[in-house]
């Protein structure tokens, strides 16, 4: 069977995960990860993405963005690859590749699933992410925060406590697992008729096929 194109819908909000190869460490400390922070940086400025979030763990990246233009994407993880894989390289003396095959992203619902992805990812660390953007310990101007967020209260005080309060009771894994078998498998998260719309804006299956035949008519 023929491998199903990436998912990717302009002005859509997308999880993309990554992950080293063999699951082998992609960063080895805070050099590295301000260097593919900078190469995202340069990215997403030439490409006009949003940049929600990120989550450099030690064998996996995580990322929210909302590109333009769907080839948008494309073309932003194809330029922080080659610029930070070469980097690396050179900094800690090998060659070859870095990353686990293609990267994964799967499209995101905007309500809701949007709101599972940014918790997803912002609490997955507290150091080597984007959650102290939205928890008022730093500015990350690399960063655009969602409507979702801004819905969480008044002022900056009053979002950056419901932030901290919806970090520390965590995911439900149940959503968690969604969120990563969506992107793994190039789906859309979210409702029947989101999914359903995005099958028809990218020409391609946005849910998995029901396992099985299908019934015969009168069956």
Do not use: K
């Not at 070469?86 to 990353?99: F, I, K, P, Q, Y």
């Amino acid at each position: 069977m023929a491998r199903l194109a990436r998912l990717a819908v302009a002005g859509e909000t997308h999880l993309v995960l990554q992950r080293g190869h063999n699951g082998a460490r992609v960063f080895a400390d805070g050099i590295d990860r301000a260097a593919y922070l900078a190469a995202l940086r340069e990215a997403a400025a030439v490409e006009a993405v949003q940049v929600h979030a990120y989550a450099l763990l030690d064998d996996e990246v995580r990322l929210l963005l909302t590109p333009p233009l769907a080839e948008a994407l494309g073309r932003l993880m194809q330029a922080v690859g080659r610029r930070y894989v070469a980097g690396h390289n050179r900094r800690h003396g090998r060659s070859g590749t870095l990353w686990d095959g293609r990267y994964r992203c799967g499209v995101v619902e905007p309500g809701p699933a949007r709101l599972d992805a940014l918790r997803w990812i912002d609490g997955a660390s507290a150091e080597a992410g984007s959650a102290a953007h939205r928890t008022g310990a730093v500015h990350d101007a690399l960063l655009s925060n969602p409507p979702e967020y801004w819905q969480l209260g008044n002022t900056p005080f009053d979002r950056e406590v419901a932030w901290r309060a919806l970090l520390a009771a965590g995911l439900p894994q149940a959503r968690a697992e969604a969120l990563r078998h969506a992107s793994n498998g190039g789906w859309a998260a979210g409702s029947a008729a989101f999914a359903a719309n995005v099958a028809e804006i990218s020409g391609r299956p946005a849910r998995p096929r029901a396992r099985g035949r299908p019934p015969r008519p009168g069956a």
